[in-house]
């Protein structure tokens, strides 16, 4: 019973770290921040992040932040100016930028 117990104690610390890893963490290549297609020029980092879209026949909703908002509302020192289907549009202090819900294309400053 303790060679066992031994041999799944050995294989324990055999397995490597990434079977045992979050599964719900997005890959690696996911993460890099080259990846995409938009150029250096487009990309910013922006401390906003868009989640989330709903748009029904007489509401549209965007999840930025964690925080549900609607066109109109504020979130900090921004305004939220218009939800589309793939996207929203943003005005900070920094001017407007439209938030994509492909978080890898960039940031667009207008």
Known sequence: MFKLKFVFLMISFAVPN??????MRP????LESN???ATESTKA???????????SNNKKVAVVNGSVMTEGAKLGNAKLLKIYKDKVRIKTSKGIEILE?????????L
């Open 35 to 37: 990846y995409g297609s």
């Open 101 to 109: 819900l492909n978080p890898h294309r960039g940031v667009k400053k």
């Open 27 to 30: 890959p690696a290549w996911l």
């Open 18 to 23: 990434s079977w045992a890893s979050d599964p």
């Open 45 to 55: 980092i922006s401390q906003f992040s868009l989640q989330q879209i709903l748009i």
